[in-house]
C-alpha cells in the first residue's frame, strides 16, 4: 500500500530518471526519427477517435454503439502513450508513462471482448448489393401488390353491379323487407307493400307488430326471436294481416345481417297466401322445412382436427370418429394447401378471418365451396393454443352465381323477345338508348324515332314537370314508379305502371323500364269507384228514410195507440168505481183488464222508444246513450262505465247513426261476449268525434267470424262510412272486442 501511495503521490515526479537524450548514445537522426514517429502514431489515434465520434452524434441508432466508445477510447490512450514516449526524450514522466500504458492494456482486453462478442452479428448483417438487391425487390413486391389493387377495385366494381342485378331480380320475384333490433321496419320492397297493401311511407319506421294477426302462439314469437338473436337464419311461415284488415301468408326466410353497427334483419319471402287457400279447401297442409347447419371444427396449431360437429359431418362425409386426430389437410386440395400456412400466419397475430371463401373437397373427392369464419383459441393466459373455423357450405350459391353470370348472355334475348315493352334510358339526358319490339309496336314509334327521342317526348306536356321531379328526386333502385300517362305516336293516351331499376349500358349509369299497359284496368277502377259511390248514396237515403218511418212509427204509437190505450184504462177505472159495491167479480175482471192496459202501455212506450227514443230528438246524443246503457245494464246486469262528454254533430243523421252504432255494439255485448264490464267513450278532438265500446269477454278471431256476426258488423262499418268516418274492430279470443268509430265534425 505504501509503494502504490508514493507511485500516485510522485506521478508527475521526473527526477528520479533521466531524459531520454540523456540515456545511451542518441544521434539526432536516431532520436528524432523516434519522436516523430511516435508524434505521427499518437496524432493517428487521436483522428480515428474523433471521426468515430463524430459519427456517432449523426447517425444514434447506430448499431454497436457501446463497442464505438470503447474503441474510441482505448485509441485515445494509445495516442497518449505514444505522446508521453516523444515527450520523455525531454521529461521522463515513466510513473504517468506507465498508468496509461496499464489502462490501454486494459481498455484493449475489453475491446478484445466486445469485438469476440459482436463480430460474428456484424458480419450476419447483410451487405450495401444485399440491402440494395432487397430494397428492389420490395419495391417490386409494392408494384405488384398496386397492380393486385387495381384488379381488386375492377373486380369489385363488376360484383357490384352484379349484386345490383341480383337485386332486382330478387324484388322482382320476392317480398323483402328489413327491420331493426326493435323490430321496426327500415326498409320494404314494392312486393311487400302490394301483399301488405300498406304504402312504404305508412310501414316504415313502424313495429312489425302492425302487421301481427293475433295467429301465431307465443312459443312461435319467442323461438323466431330467439334464432335471430343468435345470430342464426329462421325459415318459416308466417301469417300477417294487411291493412285493409284481410290477411296473408309469407314463406319467409329472415337472416341476420353482418355489420358493425346494430342488428338488422333482412325477411325474404314469397306470398302463398293463395297456396294456402287452396291447402285449406283441400285439408291439405304441406310443411316445407330447410335447414341448413354451419360446420363448427377446432384444430391445433400443428393442423390436428380436435373436434368436428354434425355440420362438418354433412358437409364433408367425414363422421367425427374418422375426422378427428387427422391433419386438417384432408380435406384441403394440393393446389391449396399454401392457404393453411397463411390461416395460421394470421391467427398467431391475433387476427380473425371473416368469410372466406375458397374450395374444401368431401370424403368422395368432390369440391365443396365453403365460407369460412377462422378465430385464434386462447387458453386461460391469453396463449393462442388452437384454430377454431366455422364453415357454411355455399356451393349451391356458387353454382347458382355462375348460372346468373351464364345467363347474362341470354339477356339481350330475353330483352328484345320480353312481350311488355322495354327500354333504356340515359340517366341524365333521359335520351333511349335502346327499346324492345314490343314498345316499337305497342307505342307506334319506330326504332328510329324512339333513339331521337327522350321520355319527356311521350308524355302529356301537363306531364312533364311532375316527371322531371319524380325522375331526379327517385334514386333508390329498384323501384315502381306508379302509374304515368303515356301518348303514342298516333295521339293516344295510355295508362302505364312503370317500373324501374339501374344498369350500366353503353358504358353510362342508365335506367331500365318495364312497361305495363294498365289503361283497362284504370278505366275499370274509375268505373268501380263511382258505382260504389252510387250504392252508398242509395244506401244512406235508404238508411235516412228508414230512420224516418221508424220516426214515423215512434210517433203514431206514442201519440195515438198509447193515448187510446190510456183513455181506456181511465174508463175501465171508471167501470171499476162503479160496480165495486154492486159486483165484485166484475171488479176482479175489470182489475185484470186494467193491470193488461198499463201493461200494454208501457209496452208500446218500450217499443215507441226502440223505435226513435224522443230523449234523442230532445235532450241529444250523450243524454240518449247514457238512458239506453241504463236500460242495458238493468236488463242484462252487465255494468257500463260511461265516459261521455258533449259533442257538436254536423246532422241529425249523425247523432242517429252514432247511438244505433252504439245500440249494435251494446246488443252484440249481450248476445255474444260473455262480459261482465263495458267501457263507453264519446270525445271530440281536432273535429273528430270518437266513439269507443270495449268490453272484457271472451273475443273472436276477427278471421272466423260467423254470417250474423258479419251482417252487424258490416252495418256499423256502412253506418260509419256513410258519415266520411272511419270503423275499426280489434278483437282476440280471450281478450274482448272494442269498436271504434271517427266522424268528422
Same mark, same amino acid.
Given at each position: 500500500?505504501?509503494?502504490?501511495?508514493?507511485?500516485?503521490?510522485?506521478?508527475?515526479?521526473?527526477?528520479?530518471?533521466?531524459?531520454?537524450?540523456?540515456?545511451?548514445?542518441?544521434?539526432?537522426?536516431?532520436?528524432?526519427?523516434?519522436?516523430?514517429?511516435?508524434?505521427?502514431?499518437?496524432?493517428?489515434?487521436?483522428?480515428?477517435?474523433?471521426?468515430?465520434?463524430?459519427?456517432?452524434?449523426?447517425?444514434?441508432?447506430?448499431?454497436?454503439?457501446?463497442?464505438?466508445?470503447?474503441?474510441?477510447?482505448?485509441?485515445?490512450?494509445?495516442?497518449?502513450?505514444?505522446?508521453?514516449?516523444?515527450?520523455?526524450?525531454?521529461?521522463?514522466?515513466?510513473?504517468?508513462?506507465?498508468?496509461?500504458?496499464?489502462?490501454?492494456?486494459?481498455?484493449?482486453?475489453?475491446?478484445?471482448?466486445?469485438?469476440?462478442?459482436?463480430?460474428?452479428?456484424?458480419?450476419?448483417?447483410?451487405?450495401?448489393?444485399?440491402?440494395?438487391?432487397?430494397?428492389?425487390?420490395?419495391?417490386?413486391?409494392?408494384?405488384?401488390?398496386?397492380?393486385?389493387?387495381?384488379?381488386?377495385?375492377?373486380?369489385?366494381?363488376?360484383?357490384?353491379?352484379?349484386?345490383?342485378?341480383?337485386?332486382?331480380?330478387?324484388?322482382?320475384?320476392?317480398?323483402?323487407?328489413?327491420?331493426?333490433?326493435?323490430?321496426?321496419?327500415?326498409?320494404?320492397?314494392?312486393?311487400?307493400?302490394?301483399?301488405?297493401?300498406?304504402?312504404?311511407?305508412?310501414?316504415?319506421?313502424?313495429?312489425?307488430?302492425?302487421?301481427?294477426?293475433?295467429?301465431?302462439?307465443?312459443?312461435?314469437?319467442?323461438?323466431?326471436?330467439?334464432?335471430?338473436?343468435?345470430?342464426? =337464419?329462421?325459415?318459416?311461415?308466417?301469417?300477417?294481416?294487411? !291493412?285493409? &284488415? /284481410?290477411?296473408?301468408?309469407?314463406?319467409? #326466410? %329472415?337472416? $341476420?345481417?353482418?355489420?358493425?353497427?346494430?342488428?338488422?334483419?333482412?325477411?325474404?319471402?314469397?306470398?302463398?297466401?293463395?297456396?294456402?287457400?287452396?291447402?285449406?279447401?283441400?285439408?291439405?297442409?304441406?310443411?316445407?322445412?330447410?335447414?341448413?347447419?354451419?360446420?363448427?371444427?377446432?384444430?391445433?396449431?400443428?393442423?390436428?382436427?380436435?373436434?368436428?360437429?354434425?355440420?362438418?359431418?354433412?358437409?364433408?362425409?367425414?363422421?367425427?370418429?374418422?375426422?378427428?386426430?387427422?391433419?386438417?389437410?384432408?380435406?384441403?386440395?394440393?393446389?391449396?394447401?399454401?392457404?393453411?400456412?397463411?390461416?395460421?400466419?394470421?391467427?398467431?397475430?391475433?387476427?380473425? =378471418?371473416?368469410?372466406?371463401?375458397?374450395?374444401?373437397?368431401? !370424403?368422395? &373427392? /368432390?369440391?365443396?365451396?365453403?365460407?369460412? #369464419? %377462422?378465430? $385464434?383459441?386462447?387458453?386461460?393466459?391469453?396463449?393462442?393454443?388452437?384454430?377454431?373455423?366455422?364453415?357454411?357450405?355455399?356451393?349451391?350459391?356458387?353454382?347458382?352465381?355462375?348460372?346468373?353470370?351464364?345467363?347474362?348472355?341470354?339477356?339481350?334475348?330475353?330483352?328484345?323477345?320480353?312481350?311488355?315493352?322495354?327500354?333504356?334510358?340515359?340517366?341524365?339526358?333521359?335520351?333511349?338508348?335502346?327499346?324492345?319490339?314490343?314498345?316499337?309496336?305497342?307505342?307506334?314509334?319506330?326504332?328510329?324515332?324512339?333513339?331521337?327521342?327522350?321520355?319527356?317526348?311521350?308524355?302529356?306536356?301537363?306531364?312533364?314537370?311532375?316527371?322531371?321531379?319524380?325522375?331526379?328526386?327517385?334514386?333508390?333502385?329498384?323501384?315502381?314508379?306508379?302509374?304515368?300517362?303515356?301518348?303514342?305516336?298516333?295521339?293516344?293516351?295510355?295508362?302505364?305502371?312503370?317500373?324501374?331499376?339501374?344498369?350500366?349500358?353503353?358504358?353510362?349509369?342508365?335506367?331500365?323500364?318495364?312497361?305495363?299497359?294498365?289503361?283497362?284496368?284504370?278505366?275499370?277502377?274509375?268505373?268501380?269507384?263511382?258505382?260504389?259511390?252510387?250504392?252508398?248514396?242509395?244506401?244512406?237515403?235508404?238508411?235516412?228514410?228508414?230512420?224516418?218511418?221508424?220516426?214515423?212509427?215512434?210517433?203514431?204509437?206514442?201519440?195515438?195507440?198509447?193515448?187510446?190505450?190510456?183513455?181506456?184504462?181511465?174508463?175501465?177505472?171508471?167501470?171499476?168505481?162503479?160496480?165495486?159495491?154492486?159486483?165484485?167479480?166484475?171488479?176482479?175482471?175489470?182489475?185484470?183488464?186494467?193491470?193488461?192496459?198499463?201493461?200494454?202501455?208501457?209496452?208500446?212506450?218500450?217499443?215507441?222508444?226502440?223505435?226513435?227514443?224522443?230523449?234523442?230528438?230532445?235532450?241529444?246524443?250523450?243524454?240518449?246513450?247514457?238512458?239506453?246503457?241504463?236500460?242495458?245494464?238493468?236488463?242484462?246486469?252487465?255494468?257500463?262505465?260511461?265516459?261521455?262528454?258533449?259533442?257538436?254533430?254536423?246532422?241529425?243523421?249523425?247523432?242517429?247513426?252514432?247511438?244505433?252504432?252504439?245500440?249494435?255494439?251494446?246488443?252484440?255485448?249481450?248476445?255474444?261476449?260473455?262480459?261482465?264490464?263495458?267501457?263507453?267513450?264519446?270525445?271530440?278532438?281536432?273535429?273528430?268525434?270518437?266513439?269507443?265500446?270495449?268490453?272484457?269477454?271472451?273475443?273472436?278471431?276477427?278471421?272466423?267470424?260467423?254470417?250474423?256476426?258479419?251482417?252487424?258488423?258490416?252495418?256499423?262499418?256502412?253506418?260509419?262510412?256513410?258519415?266520411?268516418?272511419?270503423?275499426?274492430?280489434?278483437?282476440?279470443?280471450?281478450?274482448?272486442?272494442?269498436?271504434?268509430?271517427?266522424?268528422?265534425?
Amino acid at each position: 500500500m505504501d509503494q502504490l501511495y508514493y507511485f500516485f503521490a510522485n506521478l508527475f515526479d521526473s527526477s528520479s530518471w533521466t531524459p531520454r537524450w540523456l540515456s545511451g548514445r542518441w544521434d539526432n537522426l536516431t532520436g528524432w526519427l523516434y519522436i516523430i514517429s511516435d508524434l505521427a502514431v499518437a496524432a493517428a489515434y487521436i483522428s480515428i477517435p474523433i471521426f468515430i465520434l463524430k459519427y456517432i452524434r449523426r447517425k444514434k441508432s447506430a448499431q454497436f454503439i457501446r463497442l464505438y466508445y470503447l474503441f474510441a477510447a482505448f485509441l485515445l490512450c494509445c495516442s497518449f502513450t505514444y505522446l508521453l514516449s516523444a515527450y520523455a526524450f525531454w521529461n521522463p514522466l515513466y510513473r504517468l508513462s506507465a498508468l496509461l500504458r496499464f489502462i490501454t492494456g486494459f481498455l484493449s482486453w475489453i475491446a478484445v471482448y466486445y469485438i469476440v462478442k459482436y463480430l460474428p452479428l456484424a458480419f450476419s448483417l447483410p451487405s450495401l448489393d444485399e440491402l440494395k438487391y432487397e430494397i428492389d425487390q420490395r419495391k417490386k413486391a409494392e408494384e405488384e401488390v398496386l397492380e393486385l389493387n387495381l384488379l381488386l377495385d375492377k373486380k369489385v366494381a363488376a360484383r357490384t353491379l352484379e349484386l345490383s342485378q341480383y337485386r332486382y331480380a330478387l324484388d322482382e320475384s320476392s317480398m323483402v323487407a328489413i327491420t331493426d333490433e326493435d323490430g321496426k321496419f327500415i326498409y320494404v320492397n314494392e312486393n311487400f307493400c302490394r301483399s301488405s297493401k300498406y304504402a312504404t311511407a305508412e310501414i316504415i319506421g313502424r313495429n312489425y307488430g302492425k302487421l301481427n294477426a293475433g295467429f301465431h302462439t307465443a312459443d312461435f314469437e319467442k323461438e323466431l326471436w330467439n334464432t335471430l338473436h343468435a345470430g342464426r =337464419i329462421w325459415k318459416g311461415e308466417i301469417k300477417s294481416r294487411a !291493412k285493409d &284488415g /284481410s290477411y296473408f301468408w309469407m314463406d319467409a #326466410t %329472415v337472416v $341476420p345481417l353482418v355489420n358493425d353497427g346494430p342488428a338488422e334483419y333482412m325477411a325474404i319471402s314469397r306470398d302463398i297466401t293463395e297456396r294456402k287457400e287452396i291447402e285449406a279447401q283441400k285439408g291439405l297442409y304441406e310443411m316445407i322445412i330447410s335447414s341448413s347447419e354451419d360446420g363448427i371444427i377446432s384444430k391445433s396449431l400443428q393442423g390436428v382436427i380436435v373436434s368436428w360437429n354434425k355440420g362438418a359431418e354433412n358437409i364433408f362425409g367425414y363422421s367425427s370418429k374418422e375426422a378427428i386426430g387427422k391433419n386438417i389437410t384432408m380435406i384441403i386440395p394440393d393446389d391449396l394447401l399454401f392457404e393453411e400456412e397463411m390461416i395460421i400466419q394470421k391467427i398467431l397475430k391475433g387476427q380473425h =378471418i371473416k368469410h372466406y371463401d375458397t374450395i374444401r373437397k368431401s !370424403k368422395g &373427392g /368432390s369440391n365443396v365451396f365453403v365460407s369460412l #369464419t %377462422v378465430s $385464434p383459441i386462447v387458453d386461460n393466459d391469453g396463449v393462442i393454443i388452437g384454430v377454431s373455423k366455422i364453415v357454411r357450405n355455399i356451393t349451391e350459391k356458387k353454382i347458382a352465381e355462375r348460372r346468373i353470370l351464364a345467363s347474362e348472355i341470354k339477356y339481350r334475348a330475353l330483352f328484345e323477345h320480353n312481350p311488355m315493352p322495354m327500354w333504356l334510358l340515359d340517366n341524365e339526358t333521359l335520351k333511349f338508348l335502346d327499346v324492345n319490339e314490343a314498345a316499337i309496336k305497342h307505342y307506334g314509334y319506330s326504332r328510329q324515332d324512339f333513339l331521337s327521342m327522350t321520355a319527356m317526348d311521350i308524355r302529356p306536356p301537363e306531364d312533364r314537370s311532375k316527371f322531371t321531379e319524380f325522375w331526379h328526386n327517385n334514386n333508390k333502385y329498384p323501384y315502381s314508379a306508379g302509374i304515368w300517362r303515356h301518348l303514342k305516336k298516333d295521339g293516344t293516351i295510355i295508362n302505364a305502371e312503370v317500373f324501374v331499376d339501374e344498369t350500366i349500358a353503353e358504358n353510362k349509369v342508365s335506367r331500365l323500364i318495364l312497361i305495363y299497359d294498365v289503361t283497362e284496368k284504370v278505366k275499370a277502377e274509375k268505373e268501380m269507384i263511382a258505382l260504389t259511390g252510387q250504392l252508398r248514396d242509395l244506401a244512406s237515403h235508404l238508411q235516412h228514410i228508414r230512420e224516418e218511418e221508424r220516426a214515423f212509427m215512434a210517433r203514431e204509437i206514442h201519440d195515438e195507440l198509447g193515448q187510446q190505450l190510456t183513455a181506456l184504462k181511465m174508463d175501465v177505472s171508471w167501470l171499476m168505481k162503479k160496480t165495486l159495491e154492486k159486483d165484485l167479480i166484475t171488479y176482479q175482471k175489470l182489475q185484470a183488464i186494467s193491470d193488461m192496459l198499463g201493461n200494454t202501455i208501457n209496452t208500446v212506450r218500450k217499443i215507441s222508444s226502440e223505435l226513435r227514443p224522443s230523449i234523442l230528438d230532445d235532450l241529444g246524443l250523450k243524454e240518449a246513450m247514457e238512458w239506453h246503457g241504463n236500460l242495458f245494464q238493468t236488463k242484462t246486469g252487465i255494468k257500463i262505465n260511461f265516459n261521455l262528454s258533449p259533442v257538436s254533430l254536423p246532422k241529425n243523421d249523425a247523432a242517429i247513426a252514432l247511438f244505433r252504432i252504439f245500440q249494435e255494439s251494446l246488443t252484440n255485448v249481450a248476445r255474444h261476449a260473455n262480459a261482465t264490464l263495458v267501457d263507453v267513450s264519446l270525445s271530440e278532438t281536432n273535429g273528430v268525434i270518437r266513439l269507443a265500446v270495449s268490453d272484457n269477454g271472451k273475443g273472436f278471431d276477427l278471421g272466423n267470424r260467423s254470417h250474423k256476426q258479419t251482417l252487424g258488423l258490416l252495418g256499423m262499418k256502412e253506418r260509419a262510412i256513410m258519415l266520411s268516418g272511419t270503423f275499426d274492430i280489434d278483437s282476440a279470443s280471450g281478450k274482448g272486442t272494442k269498436v271504434k268509430i271517427e266522424i268528422p265534425v
